[in-house]
């Protein structure tokens, strides 16, 4: 383990001990959290379904790029639809690529308190493309699944919402910088 700025960075190892403990603490004091071993940590089971009533406090999401790469100078957000506003959440700003074929670690956003699963509407990612240097032209990247969870305190764990894919799912490039996922399923 390793701290800066009042937050831990966590092994992969650590996380299999007390994954909903201490991600649940790091993300809802508004820390972000990675991994620095090869293995992602698993969040929790797949549900059979989350009630509308279920109150959600925290979402955690993970992308997995395609052929063609992030670069360190464009931007990744999430955006998450609740009673008639927009909640946006940055996945690492710039600063970071993503190489191809890899997953990144798990991005978080605290919803607004009393946030009921039935109260979000949609879930979106945007993409801000960077504008390249004298050698790079200007960034695209594929996205080919972005995987989603949350914390639900209802039944006090995460709670895998969905993964959609494709191939790629979305290519973002400077005219496309918005996807969609066609409204929250429950």
Request: glycine share 16%; hydrophobic share 40%.
């Amino acid at each position: 383990m390793s701290e800066s700025n009042g937050c831990v960075a966590i092994g992969a190892s650590s996380w299999r001990v007390v994954a909903g403990i201490i991600v649940g603490a790091l993300a809802m004091a508004g820390c972000g959290v990675s991994t620095t071993d090869a293995d992602e940590p698993e969040l929790g089971e797949a549900s059979d379904g989350l009630a509308g009533t279920d109150r959600l406090d925290m979402i955690a999401v993970r992308f997995h790029t395609g052929g063609d790469d992030k670069r360190s100078d464009s931007q990744v957000f999430f955006n998450v639809f609740i009673n008639g506003f927009v909640n946006q959440f940055s996945a690492g700003g710039t600063g970071a690529t993503w190489p191809n074929w890899t997953w990144t670690d798990y991005f978080f956003g605290r919803l607004p308190a009393g946030t009921r699963n039935m109260d979000i509407g949609n879930f979106w990612v945007t993409w801000s493309a960077g504008s390249g240097s004298f050698i790079q032209t200007g960034d695209n990247w594929n996205m080919e699944h972005v995987e989603i969870w949350v914390w639900d305190s209802t039944l006090n764990g995460w709670q895998f919402k969905g993964q959609p894919g494709g191939d790629p799912l979305q290519r973002f490039t400077g005219s496309t910088t918005l996807w969609s996922w066609g409204g929250w399923p429950l």
